[in-house]
Protein backbone atom coordinates (compact mmCIF):
# COMPACT_ATOMS: atom_id res chain seq x y z
CA UNK A 1 0.00 0.00 0.00
CA UNK A 2 2.74 2.63 0.52
CA UNK A 3 4.77 1.68 -3.32
CA UNK A 4 1.40 2.39 -5.00
CA UNK A 5 1.66 6.05 -3.88
CA UNK A 6 5.16 6.27 -4.41
CA UNK A 7 5.37 5.47 -7.65
CA UNK A 8 2.85 7.95 -8.33
CA UNK A 9 4.04 10.81 -7.21
CA UNK A 10 7.28 9.39 -8.68
CA UNK A 11 9.80 8.94 -5.76
CA UNK A 12 9.95 5.59 -6.95
CA UNK A 13 10.96 4.57 -10.17
CA UNK A 14 8.98 2.38 -12.28
CA UNK A 15 7.97 0.71 -15.65
CA UNK A 16 4.29 1.13 -16.80
CA UNK A 17 1.60 3.41 -17.32
CA UNK A 18 -0.17 5.97 -15.59
CA UNK A 19 -3.77 7.55 -16.24
CA UNK A 20 -5.05 10.61 -14.87
CA UNK A 21 -8.51 12.48 -15.72
CA UNK A 22 -8.16 10.24 -19.00
CA UNK A 23 -4.68 11.36 -19.84
CA UNK A 24 -1.16 9.81 -19.60
CA UNK A 25 0.67 10.63 -16.60
CA UNK A 26 4.50 9.93 -17.10
CA UNK A 27 6.06 8.46 -14.14
CA UNK A 28 8.91 8.56 -12.07
CA UNK A 29 9.24 12.39 -12.60
CA UNK A 30 7.55 14.05 -8.52
CA UNK A 31 7.37 17.52 -10.92
CA UNK A 32 4.97 16.00 -13.48
CA UNK A 33 2.09 14.80 -10.53
CA UNK A 34 2.20 18.03 -8.67
CA UNK A 35 2.00 19.62 -12.09
CA UNK A 36 -1.11 17.26 -12.61
CA UNK A 37 -2.32 18.27 -9.28
CA UNK A 38 -1.50 14.86 -7.11
CA UNK A 39 -0.46 15.58 -3.93
CA UNK A 40 1.05 12.87 -1.93
CA UNK A 41 1.57 12.79 1.90
CA UNK A 42 3.59 9.70 2.53
CA UNK A 43 2.90 7.33 5.92
CA UNK A 44 6.61 8.30 7.10
CA UNK A 45 6.03 12.24 8.75
CA UNK A 46 9.34 12.68 9.61
CA UNK A 47 11.11 10.95 7.07
CA UNK A 48 9.71 12.09 3.93
CA UNK A 49 6.64 14.61 4.71
CA UNK A 50 8.95 17.33 6.86
CA UNK A 51 11.77 19.64 7.46
CA UNK A 52 12.21 19.13 10.96
CA UNK A 53 14.86 21.64 11.45
CA UNK A 54 12.72 24.18 9.72
CA UNK A 55 10.10 26.69 10.75
CA UNK A 56 6.68 25.81 10.46
CA UNK A 57 6.00 28.57 8.43
CA UNK A 58 8.58 27.24 6.21
CA UNK A 59 6.72 23.74 5.96
CA UNK A 60 3.80 24.95 5.17
CA UNK A 61 4.65 26.92 2.13
CA UNK A 62 7.37 24.97 1.12
CA UNK A 63 5.67 22.69 -1.75
CA UNK A 64 3.49 25.90 -3.35
CA UNK A 65 6.55 27.72 -3.25
CA UNK A 66 8.36 25.65 -5.29
CA UNK A 67 5.88 23.74 -7.35
CA UNK A 68 4.06 27.18 -8.87
CA UNK A 69 3.53 31.39 -8.65
CA UNK A 70 1.59 31.49 -5.42
CA UNK A 71 4.29 33.39 -3.41
CA UNK A 72 5.90 35.03 -6.34
CA UNK A 73 5.54 39.17 -6.04
CA UNK A 74 5.48 39.06 -9.87
CA UNK A 75 4.11 36.02 -11.72
CA UNK A 76 5.10 36.68 -14.63
CA UNK A 77 9.07 37.11 -14.43
CA UNK A 78 8.40 33.64 -12.75
CA UNK A 79 12.08 32.38 -11.17
CA UNK A 80 13.50 36.21 -11.62
CA UNK A 81 10.35 37.60 -9.40
CA UNK A 82 11.64 38.10 -5.66
CA UNK A 83 9.25 36.41 -3.30
CA UNK A 84 6.19 37.63 -1.15
CA UNK A 85 7.34 37.20 2.27
CA UNK A 86 4.37 39.22 3.66
CA UNK A 87 1.99 36.51 1.86
CA UNK A 88 3.95 33.85 3.68
CA UNK A 89 3.67 34.64 7.16
CA UNK A 90 -0.18 35.49 6.28
CA UNK A 91 -0.75 31.69 4.95
CA UNK A 92 1.03 30.22 7.82
CA UNK A 93 -1.09 32.06 10.30
CA UNK A 94 -4.01 31.09 8.23
CA UNK A 95 -3.76 27.45 8.06
CA UNK A 96 -2.25 27.37 11.71
CA UNK A 97 -5.48 29.06 13.14
CA UNK A 98 -7.39 26.78 10.54
CA UNK A 99 -5.71 23.84 11.81
CA UNK A 100 -5.66 24.24 15.24
CA UNK A 101 -1.94 23.96 14.99
CA UNK A 102 -0.42 24.28 18.61
CA UNK A 103 2.75 26.27 18.77
CA UNK A 104 4.37 29.18 20.30
CA UNK A 105 4.82 30.76 16.73
CA UNK A 106 5.05 30.42 12.99
CA UNK A 107 9.20 30.74 12.95
CA UNK A 108 8.60 27.69 15.87
CA UNK A 109 10.88 24.87 14.71
CA UNK A 110 8.65 21.49 13.29
CA UNK A 111 10.85 19.32 15.47
CA UNK A 112 9.56 20.91 18.55
CA UNK A 113 5.34 20.07 18.22
CA UNK A 114 3.65 17.17 19.06
CA UNK A 115 2.80 13.99 16.09
CA UNK A 116 -0.48 15.38 16.41
CA UNK A 117 0.60 18.77 15.49
CA UNK A 118 3.28 17.39 12.77
CA UNK A 119 0.69 15.99 10.93
CA UNK A 120 -1.44 18.55 10.08
CA UNK A 121 1.14 20.94 9.16
CA UNK A 122 2.18 17.91 6.53
CA UNK A 123 -1.59 17.95 5.79
CA UNK A 124 -1.84 21.50 5.27
CA UNK A 125 1.06 21.73 3.12
CA UNK A 126 -0.35 19.42 0.67
CA UNK A 127 -3.54 21.13 0.37
CA UNK A 128 -1.94 24.84 -0.39
CA UNK A 129 -1.37 23.23 -3.48
CA UNK A 130 -4.78 23.06 -4.65
CA UNK A 131 -4.83 19.24 -5.62
CA UNK A 132 -7.28 17.66 -7.40
CA UNK A 133 -6.42 14.33 -6.31
CA UNK A 134 -4.83 13.55 -2.13
CA UNK A 135 -2.78 10.49 -1.50
CA UNK A 136 -2.65 10.15 2.31
CA UNK A 137 -0.85 7.15 4.13
CA UNK A 138 -1.69 6.18 7.53
CA UNK A 139 -3.53 9.62 8.59
CA UNK A 140 -3.91 9.14 12.52
CA UNK A 141 -0.75 7.06 13.18
CA UNK A 142 0.98 8.46 16.50
CA UNK A 143 -1.52 11.03 17.01
CA UNK A 144 -3.98 12.24 20.12
CA UNK A 145 -7.78 10.94 19.72
CA UNK A 146 -8.71 14.96 19.42
CA UNK A 147 -6.36 15.39 16.67
CA UNK A 148 -7.60 12.01 14.74
CA UNK A 149 -11.61 13.50 15.00
CA UNK A 150 -9.87 16.55 13.34
CA UNK A 151 -8.37 15.38 10.41
CA UNK A 152 -10.47 12.61 9.81
CA UNK A 153 -13.23 15.26 9.81
CA UNK A 154 -11.24 17.41 7.50
CA UNK A 155 -10.73 14.56 5.13
CA UNK A 156 -14.73 14.40 5.07
CA UNK A 157 -15.21 17.59 4.36
CA UNK A 158 -12.49 17.59 1.39
CA UNK A 159 -14.59 15.05 -0.44
CA UNK A 160 -17.98 16.23 0.42
CA UNK A 161 -17.61 19.58 0.02
CA UNK A 162 -14.43 20.56 -1.94
CA UNK A 163 -15.16 16.94 -4.12
CA UNK A 164 -11.79 16.51 -3.93
CA UNK A 165 -10.44 12.69 -4.64
CA UNK A 166 -9.30 10.85 -1.18
CA UNK A 167 -6.63 7.86 -1.67
CA UNK A 168 -6.05 6.50 1.47
CA UNK A 169 -3.66 3.58 2.93
CA UNK A 170 -4.02 3.18 6.19
CA UNK A 171 -3.77 0.05 8.73
CA UNK A 172 -6.61 0.96 10.77
CA UNK A 173 -10.16 -0.61 8.67
CA UNK A 174 -12.03 0.64 11.39
CA UNK A 175 -10.98 4.42 9.72
CA UNK A 176 -11.34 3.12 6.58
CA UNK A 177 -14.80 2.13 7.15
CA UNK A 178 -15.59 5.63 8.98
CA UNK A 179 -14.52 7.71 5.54
CA UNK A 180 -14.30 6.01 2.50
CA UNK A 181 -16.88 4.59 -0.24
CA UNK A 182 -15.21 1.31 -1.24
CA UNK A 183 -11.75 -0.13 0.05
CA UNK A 184 -9.10 -1.81 -2.01
CA UNK A 185 -7.83 -4.73 -0.42
CA UNK A 186 -4.33 -6.01 -1.58
CA UNK A 187 -2.62 -9.28 -1.38
CA UNK A 188 0.57 -10.08 -2.37
CA UNK A 189 1.36 -7.22 -4.44
CA UNK A 190 -2.07 -7.35 -6.29
CA UNK A 191 -5.41 -5.94 -5.94
CA UNK A 192 -7.25 -8.82 -4.81
CA UNK A 193 -10.70 -7.20 -4.43
CA UNK A 194 -12.83 -4.07 -3.92
CA UNK A 195 -15.60 -3.93 -0.96
CA UNK A 196 -17.96 -1.37 0.03
CA UNK A 197 -17.19 0.18 2.86
CA UNK A 198 -20.47 -1.31 4.47
CA UNK A 199 -19.32 -4.62 3.77
CA UNK A 200 -19.28 -7.15 7.12
CA UNK A 201 -16.54 -7.64 8.76
CA UNK A 202 -16.23 -11.42 7.50
CA UNK A 203 -15.63 -10.66 4.30
CA UNK A 204 -12.91 -7.90 5.09
CA UNK A 205 -10.85 -10.51 7.20
CA UNK A 206 -11.11 -13.13 4.36
CA UNK A 207 -10.12 -10.38 2.09
CA UNK A 208 -6.89 -9.57 4.30
CA UNK A 209 -6.15 -13.19 4.23
CA UNK A 210 -6.27 -13.54 0.89
CA UNK A 211 -9.55 -15.31 0.15
CA UNK A 212 -13.17 -14.41 -0.47
CA UNK A 213 -16.43 -15.27 0.65
CA UNK A 214 -17.39 -17.08 -2.97
CA UNK A 215 -14.50 -18.88 -2.88
CA UNK A 216 -15.06 -20.43 1.02
CA UNK A 217 -18.84 -21.15 0.04
CA UNK A 218 -16.95 -23.20 -2.75
CA UNK A 219 -14.89 -24.89 -0.67
CA UNK A 220 -17.56 -26.04 1.88
CA UNK A 221 -19.36 -27.47 -0.67
CA UNK A 222 -16.62 -29.50 -2.16
CA UNK A 223 -15.84 -30.90 1.72
CA UNK A 224 -19.20 -32.04 1.73
Excluded at 44 to 52: A, E, Q, V, Y
Excluded at 131 to 149: N, S, V, Y
Excluded at 199 to 207: G, I, K, Q, V, W
Amino acid sequence: QSIFSEIISGTVRCQGQVRFCGKPLPVNEVHNTLKAGIAILPEDRKGRSLLLNRSIESNLCFTALHTGQRYLKFPKLRRLSPINRHKISQDACHEIERWQIKCASPKQSVNELSGGNQQKVCLARALMTDPKLLFIGEPTRGIDLHAKELILDALLKLNQQERMTLVIASSELDELRRICDRIVVMYEGKIHCILDATASPEAFSLAIAGQTQRKEATDATRAR
